[in-house]
């Protein structure tokens, strides 16, 4: 789905230049703002379900899939089989945290100083209430903070959205899908 080929008609509608025409010519589709919405709902997948599902030796509860995957994670994993042989408490999967998730996922290492470029950064906090972010910010734009200098922020939400009118159809180029 293309943002760049998205746009509103004057009458409310929804149209959506087509990539490639259909065999019979079809170059656009229209839809009712409430139907483009559901078509792409029906497109978001169920939370906590997994996109790629795994079967035979690679799937989650085989006997084999220690032995096939370079984790060596499984049920007969012998990392597993160490960890029950020298402990007394049932085996527990330790799950990443959000910091290793930022490095394995957007290779964005939040433990190294941007500085001095050493790996010396202790986590001591995650703020996650909207109100003390927001007075931390003040804070440092108060202090001319070069954290809060950046220019490359996305635009306000309240600025007025962007449109320009074409014939019979409004292209609006800030289109935010409901979201």
């Known amino acids: 789905m293309s943002e760049k080929r998205l746009s509103l008609t004057t009458t409310g509608n929804v149209r959506y ?8 010519g079809t170059t656009h589709v229209f839809f009712s703002p409430i139907d483009f919405i559901s078509k792409l709902a029906a497109l978001v997948p169920p939370p906590r379900l997994n996109l790629t599902r795994f079967y035979g030796v690679f799937a989650p ?6 032995e096939v995957t370079a984790s060596q994670r499984g049920k007969n994993s012998p ?30 290492d939040i433990t ?8 010396n950064v202790k ?19 108060k202090l001319d903070s070069l954290i809060t200098a950046n220019t490359c922020r996305a635009p306000s939400v309240f600025e007025p959205v962007q449109t320009s009118v074409i014939d019979d159809y409004t292209i609006q180029r800030d289109f935010d899908f409901g979201a």
């Not at 509860?61 to 220690?66: D, E, Q």
């Open 79 to 108: 990392r597993l089989a160490e960890h029950l042989k020298d402990s007394d408490k049932p085996y527990h999967a330790r799950s990443m945290s959000w910091a290793q998730r930022l490095k394995r996922v957007f290779n964005i």
């Open 112 to 119: 190294e100083c941007e500085s001095c470029e050493k790996t």
């Open 17 to 24: 230049e087509l990539k490639t025409p259909y065999t019979d």
């Open 61 to 66: 509860n085989s006997n084999l899939r220690a």
């Open 123 to 141: 986590i001591i906090a995650c703020i996650t209430d909207p109100a003390t972010i927001y007075k931390i910010i003040m804070h440092l734009d």
